[in-house]
């Protein structure tokens, strides 16, 4: 049974209020786009004016390279646009900042130089975290081979830590978020999994807190019997205010779970022991919580907000299987969920009781996060094609879209435009 502030809101205006709880929490500026997946973090754009058919030679504004090579999103706040890009080889990692209107590089800094870098799957890559950007401040991270705040004028350093141990194994994933005063961000390597809250201020340390799930794959001495996948996490946690209080919601290998962000004492976990390398950001919609697992076979789950300690025999509301991403965040809206698994399966789920509403293949492989604008899907595939469904309970292809190159990066919207990073440039899309 819905509650009375769901009957009465309706779950559009409920999620417009979270959003303004959010923002207000962050001190991010309506209209920009300063995180990963927007200022809710829920994939979620306001603009109603977005182009339904481009190309190379069509409402393409400006398109300009990017050297190097990197899957980080693109930021956009004040006018400027940031992203993160490293050479291949990992040893040089840099920021990238270009004028909103014309597309030009204004700053192209290398931060870090690393003598021997981690392995990086050739899947991923040395710059895949997206930065975050509050006021004057852009914050960065590479995960364990560095993590900077640079002044958003002068890319000049204000501070950095590049003294955190973890062996991110196959490349790092977790993008940062801001809390407060705090900027958060979990590292889950095959050696090491904590997640931790700087002062955003100093770069200074406020708490560590170890995961607490029990791997059960430890030989007598203590080493690791199992294959390093099986500790490793690449999401990027949420906060939500579900249950009456702020959550910080972080996925990590075989567990969710809830923290107190400003302390980061651990409220809850829901355990799943059969999945690791969860890549997809948690989302929220309804009154509920809801993520997906993980690698090699994720489900996604719907849990009921409140309890403490471990709630996964007293929370968990529904699980699906069927055709669940590992990399693309699903969307909420009115009461639907929209997603895309990563071999390019479409599907329309009610939120209430994750019956499916409608399955259909939109075709190519998929590891950008599709994005909500009004009544629109928008999808964008490796191959460099964007499909356009109708945000209801009826499959409909509204347009489809090609550019040259494919999407690993998820996109950004601003003022009615289309910020696009493709493997080799990043686009501005405009009517």
């Known amino acids: 049974m819905k509650s009375f502030c769901l009957n009465y809101f309706g779950t559009r205006n409920l999620a417009f209020l979270m959003g303004g709880v959010f923002m207000m929490l962050t001190g991010f500026v309506s209209g920009d786009w300063p995180q990963f997946r927007g200022a809710t ?12 058919h481009w190309s190379e030679t069509k409402n393409v504004r400006w398109k300009t390279p990017i050297r ?14 940031w992203l ?3 050479t291949e080889d990992g040893k040089e990692l840099s920021v990238v900042c270009l004028d909103q209107e014309s597309g030009e590089i204004l700053i192209e800094r290398k931060l870090f130089d690393v003598e021997d870098p981690q392995f990086a799957h050739r899947f991923n890559t040395y710059a895949s975290p997206t930065p975050v950007l509050e006021g004057n401040r852009v914050y960065l991270t590479f995960g364990s081979p560095g993590i900077a705040c640079i002044d958003a004028e002068t890319a000049k350093v204000i501070w ?33 999994q904590f997640i931790v809250g700087l002062d955003k201020q100093t770069g200074k340390t406020i708490w560590n807190t170890k995961r607490s799930v029990d791997y059960q794959d430890l030989d007598p001495k203590g080493n690791p019997k199992e294959d390093g996948d099986w500790r490793k996490a690449y999401s990027t946690p949420i906060i939500s205010n579900l249950s009456g209080r702020d959550l910080l919601i972080s996925l990590g290998s075989k567990a969710v779970y809830a923290y107190e962000p400003e302390t980061g004492k651990e409220i809850w976990q829901m355990v799943d022991r ?3 390398s969860g890549s997809v950001m948690p989302f929220y919609g309804g009154g509920r919580l809801y993520y997906c697992t993980g690698f090699p076979k994720g489900k996604l789950n719907a849990v009921k907000p409140g309890g403490s300690g471990e709630i996964t025999a007293t929370h968990l509301l529904w699980s699906v299987r069927r055709n669940i991403p590992n990399k693309p965040s699903p969307l909420f809206h009115e009461g639907l969920i929209f997603m895309i698994d990563d071999g390019g399966i479409a599907s329309c789920l009610d939120a209430e009781t994750g019956e499916e509403i409608w399955r259909e293949r939109v075709g190519g492989n998929y590891s950008a996060s599709p994005l909500l604008v009004g009544d629109r899907v928008y999808f964008f595939s490796e191959e460099g094609k964007t499909a356009v469904v109708k945000a209801g309970r009826e499959f409909v292809v509204i347009a489809e879209n090609q550019l040259d190159d494919g999407f690993m990066a998820s996109p950004a919207v601003v003022e009615n435009a289309l910020f696009l990073r493709t493997k080799k440039a990043l686009y501005r899309i405009q009517n």
Request: charged residues 25%.
């Open 274 to 276: 059969k999945a690791h």
């Open 84 to 86: 993160t890009t490293a």
């Open 41 to 52: 973090g829920q994939g979620i754009a306001e603009a109603r004016d977005l182009p339904l």
């Open 68 to 81: 190097g090579r990197a899957w980080s999103s693109p930021v956009v706040g004040d006018g400027r646009i």
């Open 160 to 192: 950095q830590r590049r003294d955190f141990v973890c062996n991110h194994f196959r490349g790092a994933g977790a993008s940062p978020i801001l809390y407060k005063d705090l900027l958060i961000l979990p590292f889950d390597g095959s050696d090491f």
